[in-house]
């Protein structure tokens, strides 16, 4: 069975930086890549980014690249996204995704009001940048 839990959200001041952890059960990331979306109240899913460590690719989208990093560690059967200077705009429940074809997740994180047909998610991660 394959499970999807993320962690490490909270309250961050304007400018700083948190991590989240995307950790995976029932599967390796050797088949599956994983991706960041994030939906913010009221607002549709956005697509982040995405990484495979089989193809060895990462992708962000234009609103996250250069202030995002997505990195994991096989062994913890983890994918991490770092995040600096976040903004208030960045609030968001923050959902980690996973999908066998990186084609198809890549088509995804570009069209997320279709990443609903995914059926490995998360529960989801606040995420809240206010002073």
């Known amino acids: 069975e394959v499970q999807i839990v993320e962690s490490g959200g909270g309250l961050v001041q304007p400018g700083g930086s948190l991590r989240l952890s995307c950790t995976i059960s029932?599967?390796?990331?050797?088949?599956?890549?994983i991706g960041w979306f994030r939906q913010a109240p009221g607002k549709e899913r956005e697509g982040l980014s995405a990484?495979?460590?089989?193809?060895?690719?990462?992708y962000y989208m234009g609103s996250v690249k250069g202030r995002f990093t997505m990195s994991s560690d096989d062994a913890k059967l983890t994918v991490y996204l770092q995040m600096n200077n976040l903004k208030p705009e960045d609030t968001a429940v923050y959902y980690c995704?996973?999908?066998?074809?990186?084609?198809?997740?890549?088509?995804?994180?570009?069209?997320?009001?279709?990443?609903?047909?995914?059926?490995?998610w998360g529960k989801g991660a606040l995420v809240t940048v206010s002073s």
């Open positions: 990484i495979s460590t089989s193809e060895g690719r990462t």
């Open positions: 995704a996973a999908d066998s074809s990186w084609v198809r997740l890549f088509f995804y994180l570009s069209n997320p009001r279709q990443s609903y047909e995914m059926t490995n």
């Open positions: 029932g599967f390796s990331l050797d088949e599956y890549a």
